[in-house]
């Protein structure tokens, strides 16, 4: 008899089904069991391969997609690198209008991925017309035969994570999970994520996380639009400008805002003290999870999974650049081991 080769058919195949790592150094001084759900493990490195996939596939079921046709996006880079990943496999056109803010591996990767990449400024309004908006939905509309994702705008994504993420973490946890937390960017992440865990459970608290800068948790807390709440910051990937309809702020019970400095320490502290190489936003995560702690959101037996959305390996000439960190000032506080400053 023939041996079966135990292979998968191709990268789309590893999309998901991410592992649960059971926290320990780096929450050992807080009240509580702390997992993260690690979506570096995702075969583009990022929580983005699961909505890729499943928008793309639904448009497909739909008969709205054919071979050949182009996919536009506009994307901080982690949806980009999934789309274009997903789009590989799947035979299609695959184009990005990339905010300025992206770092430069990010922009570098989506070339090397076969994407056709626009570069938009980040700091104009989502109605300019130089905007990566504008340029995506111009792009769309000059391209015969071509989608357009629009993550912020887009039902499908949160049904991505209602249907994969959520699952995945009932199942993971047994269905012993008491609190939820996760950054949230379009906010498809922790909107269906918490659907599907509220539905199992309504007592699990969601616990979101803002960066300073970013309009969400004052929205969350008065759902008015407070322009003031708006101004430039570092981290990639959370908060936002704008109110994306991917988010159901309903599903969320509470926002912590967190600043750049202290993410970009606790990221570069998780890769160090856990051996597990993190994006800037899972250090933005963690550290929301100390400020909640701090505010006694968490006992001694609560079982908090935190989403460690992507892979430090993105953040090369930023968080995890001495020069980069240096240049930010992020070196200056005094509260700092000695063992992160290094001479630059
Ligand atoms: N972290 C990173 C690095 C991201 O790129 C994003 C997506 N913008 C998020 C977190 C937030 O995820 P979501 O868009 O699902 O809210």
Redesign the pocket.
């Known amino acids: 008899m023939k041996e079966e080769i135990k292979a998968y058919d191709n990268v789309l195949a590893l999309i998901g089904n991410t592992p649960l790592l059971k926290l320990s150094k780096v929450t050992s001084n807080l009240e509580g069991n702390f997992y993260a759900k690690v979506e570096a493990f995702n075969p583009g490195h990022?929580?983005?391969d699961r909505?890729a996939l499943y928008i793309i596939e639904e448009a497909e079921r739909r008969g709205i997609l054919k071979p050949g046709d182009t996919i536009i996006e506009t994307?901080?880079?982690?949806?980009g690198f999934s789309i274009a990943m997903v789009s590989i496999i799947k035979g299609y056109e695959c184009i990005l209008a990339v905010s300025s803010k992206s770092s430069k591996d990010k922009i570098d990767m989506l070339r090397a991925m076969g994407a056709k990449v626009y570069l938009c400024p980040a700091h104009v309004s989502a109605d300019d017309e130089r905007s990566y908006y504008s340029v995506a939905k111009r792009l769309h509309e000059e391209t015969k035969g071509s989608i357009y994702i629009n993550?912020?705008f887009n039902e499908l994504?949160i049904e991505a994570?209602y249907k994969t993420t959520g699952p995945e973490i009932w199942e993971q946890t047994n269905g012993k999970i008491t609190h939820l937390v996760?950054?949230?960017?379009?906010?498809?992440?922790?909107?269906?994520t918490a659907k599907f865990l509220k539905e199992m459970n309504p007592d699990i608290k969601v616990l979101g996380v803002d960066a300073y800068g970013s309009i969400l948790k004052k929205y969350h807390e008065t759902r008015e639009f407070d322009s003031n709440e708006i101004y430039p910051y570092r981290?990639?990937?959370?908060g936002k400008n704008l109110i994306?309809t991917?988010?159901d702020f309903d599903a969320i019970d509470k926002f912590m805002k967190v600043s750049d400095e202290e993410s970009a320490h606790t990221a570069r502290e998780i890769s160090r003290v856990e051996g597990l190489f993190v994006?800037?936003?899972?250090g933005?995560?963690l550290q929301a999870v100390r400020q909640y702690a701090e505010e006694g959101e968490f006992t001694k037996d609560s079982n908090v999974v935190i989403?460690f959305?992507?892979h430090g390996s993105?953040y090369m000439s930023k968080v995890y650049s001495d020069e980069w960190m240096n240049d930010q000032g992020f070196f200056d506080s005094v509260n700092i081991e000695a063992n992160q400053k290094v001479e630059v």
């Open positions: 990022s929580a983005k909505i994307t901080s880079g982690n949806t993550q912020y994504n994570h996760a950054c949230s960017g379009t906010g498809g992440t922790i909107s269906g981290i990639e990937g959370l994306p991917a988010t994006g800037y936003t899972s933005a995560a989403i959305p992507d993105r």
